[in-house]
Antibody
Framework: QVQLQQWGAGLLKPSETLSLTCAMS????????WSWLRQPPGKGLEWIGE???????NYNSSLKSRVTISADTSKSQFSLKLTSVTAADSAVYYC???????????WGQGTEVTVSS | EIVLTQSPGTLSLSPGERATLSCRAS???????LVWYQHKPGQAPRLLIS???NRATDIPDRFSGSGSGTDFTLTISRLEPEDFAVYYC?????????FGGGTKVEIK
């Protein structure tokens, strides 16, 4: 059974860099896209970006200038960095697996990130 | 850009009852590429249905999806206690991906 376990800092100050990591177990890292999504309080889900085994990345155009997604295939892990955070970046962040279909068949449990001075 | 509107916002039902959830798109979804997720607080969201009507692996047959074009429905034939959760639809037929705002199914 595929499981995604995610972790990272939950409280940031404005202008800091958000950093989250997601570890996959129970399946193959290759053959999928590995994505990050977020859900601000009271708002809908937003796709942030994705990476595949070969390191190809694709980002939401609205966040592209601040986002980097990377992967360590030897550990079946992938990471999200979002620079220059503001209060608008406060959200629950999720990692998820995309079977090359643009939907998500396995998700992490979510990490709540709050940006506050 | 496709906008998905889910209704109702909250559905109050008793175990054993039938739940009917709606997801309406602002324009036709290509190839009926719509999925449904179940989300319980503190847990990972769970894929229920893909391509509007295909149950995902290990999803009980009390969950069914239907619809095409702009109107889609998730039906839970008989609610079990573990089915009380928030349900989201998502379209993946065109970019950008879009999610609905969710329907909360709560115990009456």
């Amino acid at each position: 059974q595929v499981q995604l376990q995610q972790w990272g800092a939950g409280l940031l100050k404005p202008s800091e860099t958000l950093s989250l990591t997601c570890a996959m177990s129970g399946g193959s890292f290759g053959g999928y896209y590995w994505s990050w999504l977020r859900q601000p309080p009271g708002k809908g889900l937003e796709w942030i970006g994705e990476i595949n085994y070969s390191g190809y990345t694709n980002y939401n155009s609205s966040l592209k200038s601040r986002v980097t997604i990377s992967a360590d295939t030897s550990k079946s892990q992938f990471s999200l960095k979002l620079t220059s955070v503001t209060a608008a970046d406060s959200a629950v962040y999720y990692c998820a697996r995309d079977p090359y279909s643009n939907y998500f068949d396995y998700w992490g449990q979510g990490t709540e990130v709050t940006v506050s001075s | 850009e496709i906008v998905l509107t889910q209704s109702p916002g909250t559905l109050s039902l008793s175990p054993g009852e039938r739940a009917t959830l709606s997801c309406r798109a602002s324009q036709s979804i290509s190839s009926n590429y719509l999925v449904w997720y179940q989300h319980k607080p503190g847990q990972a969201p769970r894929l229920l249905i893909s391509a509007a009507s295909n149950r995902a692996t290990d999803i009980p047959d009390r969950f069914s999806g239907s619809g095409s074009g702009t109107d889609f429905t998730l039906t839970i034939s008989r609610l079990e206690p573990e089915d009380f959760a928030v349900y989201y639809c998502q379209q993946y037929g065109s970019s950008p991906l879009a999610f609905g705002g969710g329907t909360k199914v709560e115990i009456k």
